[in-house]
């Protein structure tokens, strides 16, 4: 079992500054057991320190502020000026150097990546931690307040009144044990938004569909949404798709499997889920160790085989199914024009029915997110589609390109879908991904 997290400050004298600042200066320190987010060389005196010399006021602050993102906001596939500064330590500021480090969540889990600075001639603090850790959100949550309690308990130790960060957090944990309000926030931080910044009829509209589609399904298409992008489809826009070019499908014909076979989803990575989730379909349904027909993928998803044939008109934002109110019949809607990639978007959303049953929603979405949920769709649909066992024997230990494209012709999958299955399996280095999304934030 890992170490906790930790947040903590040695309290060290500071002389000049707002009363505040000085009471809760020290030695900042980011922890998991002996591994340091925080490490780095101290310019001044030339030698190690496990961190740097700050006021763990304006970093309670900072957490505060944008605590609803940080729990709640997925990292984009582009990250943008106003998702760095909610996520990045390095963006405090307030006169201190602060470490490079990151943090955000998929909704289920939270990770923290650190990375070197590279300061060009002397630098006070060069930080020089490379890593990440990676912790339930509900974890992550609890150690935050925690530190929390420890700069409020400072303050009040040096008897200074209420504080601009009082007032924060007071209201914060306000909102957290007000059901609607946390929603509320829930919402504006999916959206990319900070307190009282989101439009608030778009909000409100999400929460009429969340009635009709589910609330989880909202959430995730909020989820894949950027401010100043497309605006999410309403309720009115999916029923019509379906409608008009979507398939039937029979939840009823899916087999359902047991939660008791899987692991708790914040306890392991979204990639290790989908993994597991797929052997034990192939399990229930006899599959072969091969790639899987057209005909038995469309039978084990509950849907016709026509499903999957390529579509050159199709143009809408992504894919989905979308059950009608009794729950046993629905249509599907697929976004991809070709073959493959409607394959594989067809095995995420029978992932995605397989783990959310339980939800008892309408609106199953297969997005362009990295929330766990997405995460675990993509996950459960290579290793169905192209089980990880099979396609070592098929590549037989050479990993090139070109086995790579051979490979991935052979199971009908993509060749990124192949490389990501060598990456999590850790038979080739993550830089063959020209992102690391779908491995750290797993």
Not at 22 to 43: K, N, S, V
Not at 121 to 136: E, N, Y
Not at 137 to 152: L, Y
Request: a negative charge; glycine letters at 6%; proline letters at 5%.
């Amino acid at each position: 079992m890992k170490e906790a997290l930790d947040i903590a400050v040695s309290w060290e004298r500071l002389d000049e500054g707002a009363v505040e600042e000085c009471a809760c200066f020290g030695l900042l320190t980011i922890r998991q057991g002996t591994w340091f987010l925080t490490e780095g060389i101290d310019g001044f005196i030339d030698s190690a320190r496990r961190g740097p010399l700050v006021s763990g006021y304006h970093l309670a602050e900072w957490l505060a502020w944008n605590w609803w993102r940080l729990t709640e906001e997925p990292k984009p596939k582009q990250i943008s000026h106003d998702w760095s500064f909610a996520h990045s330590l390095a963006t405090i500021g307030a006169g201190y150097l602060w470490p490079n480090i990151s943090i955000f969540s998929d909704r289920e889990r939270t990770v923290l990546i650190a990375k070197p600075t590279h300061p060009e001639g002397f630098a006070p603090f060069r930080f020089t931690a490379d890593q990440a850790i990676i912790l339930p959100t509900r974890q992550f949550v609890a150690v935050v307040d925690r530190f929390m309690e420890q700069i409020q308990g400072q303050l009040r130790a040096k008897t200074i009144p209420l504080t601009n960060f009082d007032r924060i957090w007071d209201e914060l944990q306000a909102e957290r044990t007000d059901l609607k309000m946390a929603n509320y926030r829930k919402l504006e931080a999916l959206l990319g938004y900070d307190p009282d910044e989101a439009p608030a009829e778009e909000i409100e509209r999400l929460f009429a569909d969340a009635e009709g589609f589910g609330w989880d399904a909202i959430q995730e298409l909020a989820a894949d949404h950027q401010p100043g992008g497309r605006s999410i489809p309403q309720m009115s826009d999916f029923i019509a798709l379906a409608a008009t070019i979507g398939m039937e499908t029979r939840p009823g014909d899916i087999p359902l499997l047991s939660e008791t076979e899987l692991s708790p989803r914040d306890q392991v990575p979204a990639w290790r889920h989908g993994y597991e989730t797929a052997r034990a379909l192939r399990v229930t349904c006899g599959l072969q160790s091969g790639p899987l027909p057209d005909q038995r993928l469309a039978d084990i998803s509950g849907v016709s085989v026509q499903v999957l044939a390529a579509s050159p008109t199709a143009d809408h934002a992504f894919a989905f199914s979308l059950d009608d109110e009794s729950g046993k019949a629905g249509r599907i809607v697929l976004r991809s024009k070709w073959e493959t990639g409607r394959r594989f978007e067809l095995a995420r959303l029978l992932g995605d029915r397989l783990t959310t049953g339980c939800l008892n929603e309408r609106l199953l979405p297969a997005t362009r997110a990295y929330t766990y949920r997405q995460k675990f769709q993509r996950a459960f649909a290579a290793e169905l589609l192209c089980p990880f066992e099979a396609l070592e024997e098929q590549l037989d230990g050479d990993y090139s390109t070109d086995a790579r494209e051979d490979a991935a012709h052979y199971f009908r999958v993509s060749e990124r879908t192949v490389t990501t299955l060598l990456v999590n399996h850790k038979r080739i280095d993550r830089s063959y991904l020209d992102e690391d999304l779908e491995i750290l934030a797993a």
